[in-house]
């Protein structure tokens, strides 16, 4: 299988926002390309804030992974959130969400992070069997947000 896992860089913005659009209409999330195009410079240009990575399959951009990085006394430290890991449709079942999660894993322990976490929509059980084979268990929280 020839794919390779790239740092992503301020060209690959609109294809960023593209994805992301995508992965958004399918639990029609609000999204605004500007805000996430000036997003993504900001974070691009900040390694503090965490990474975004490009997965490429033959050549060709076929998903992406945001890793956010942040301190939690609670778990002991420097964690990683996994804010965002898609894969564009046409490119599901070539395991690049797989390998995508064998990166994660491998990019956490490289780089001492504690824990990571991630939230998924409570109706996706193909991602949350994914999730789990890899280890990951349901926390006995609940996500809340306070909207500014």
């Not at 956010?68 to 964690?79: D, L, P, R």
């Amino acid at each position: 299988m020839n794919h390779e896992i790239l740092k992503a860089n301020l060209s690959d913005i609109p294809e960023l926002c593209e994805m992301m659009k995508d992965f958004y209409a399918i639990d029609l999330y609000p999204f605004d390309e500007k805000e996430a195009a000036a997003n993504f410079v900001k974070f691009l240009d900040n390694d503090s804030y965490g990474n975004c990575f490009k997965v490429v399959f033959e050549g060709r951009i076929a998903g992406y992974i945001i890793l956010v990085k942040y301190f939690s006394f609670e778990f002991g430290g420097e964690i990683l959130f996994l804010d965002e890991l898609f894969i564009k449709p046409e490119f599901q079942g070539k395991s690049l969400g797989k390998k995508a999660l064998e990166f994660v894993k491998d990019y956490s322990v490289e780089n001492n992070f504690k824990i990571v976490l991630l939230e998924i929509e409570n109706h996706n059980e193909k991602a949350k069997k994914l999730y789990e084979n890899y280890g990951f268990q349901n926390h006995k929280r609940s996500l809340m947000i306070l909207k500014n």
